[in-house]
């Protein structure tokens, strides 16, 4: 049993070296699968991106799904009766497996290769709205929570797409309450949650910002986070996120 022991355990040095030599020649792998993508900027294999749950028909204004295709520019009933404060949202994804559980790793267990493939999903959704913005600004986290955490995975999101669109990101506005955490919460409860939890401490330039989120589910945090830039007197917000949950 001795020598199958030794065997066992060269095999698995043997492993480590060939993964080490592996991961340096041809490091760039597909977030999801892990298989190999060669040099170049794509994250997400062509498997994987067709095998995603797109959401197709989404709300301009919220992102929510919609029944069918919708007419240009048509918004969701709750969007026409209580226009939220952002002019446009781009959601790319459903919040479903396994585009959940990429957020989730990203989010709690920093697994940060997740950020730049997301980014990479969001800059082919953004479209001519990335020539429309001045700035990014991604949801910030009350500093106990960025302490704990040691990231903001919004930040993690909105780093990528600086370096592609050249895009400045904004600081100066932080969440000056330790919020509740949102999930599990009403709609209505999230709400109150949030009330006056954002403050824009300097002033900002720019006319038209883009918000950026890992995923939207009710919309709270984003409409009171653009209700206070606007307050600030910035002009413009909309706002990119991920996922949308349904």
């Not at 780093?159 to 509740?180: D, E, F, M």
């Not at 209700?227 to 349904?246: H, I």
């Amino acid at each position: 049993m001795r020598w199958q022991k030794i065997l066992h355990i060269g095999c698995n040095a043997a492993r480590d070296a060939w993964l080490q030599v592996d991961n340096a020649v041809m490091p760039q792998r597909c977030a999801f699968c892990g298989t190999h993508l060669g040099a170049g900027k794509l994250t997400i294999c062509a498997g994987c991106a067709a095998d995603l749950p797109w959401l197709e028909h989404p709300c301009v204004r919220c992102a929510a799904p919609l029944p069918g295709l919708p007419v240009a520019g048509t918004c969701c009933g709750a969007c026409q009766s209580n226009p939220p404060p952002a002019s446009f949202t781009v959601a790319p994804l459903l919040y479903e497996f396994p585009v959940d559980a990429g957020l989730k790793a990203l989010k709690f267990r920093r697994q940060l290769f997740y950020a730049p493939a997301f980014a990479q999903l969001l800059l082919g959704a953004l479209g001519q709205l990335c020539h429309e913005v001045d700035a990014l600004l991604p949801v910030p986290l009350h500093w106990r929570r960025l302490a704990y955490r040691g990231y903001n995975q919004a930040n993690e999101l909105c780093k990528p797409i600086a370096r592609r669109t050249g895009l400045p990101i904004i600081s100066g506005v932080a969440r000056r309450r330790a919020t509740a955490a949102q999930s599990g919460l009403s709609a209505s409860a999230r709400n109150r949650n949030l009330r006056g939890a954002f403050v824009v401490r300097k002033r900002i330039v720019a006319r038209h910002v883009l918000l950026v989120d890992d995923v939207i589910t009710t919309g709270a945090t984003t409409r009171h986070l653009a209700l206070a830039l606007l307050e600030q007197g910035v002009a413009k917000v909309s706002v990119a996120a991920v996922a949308r949950a349904a």
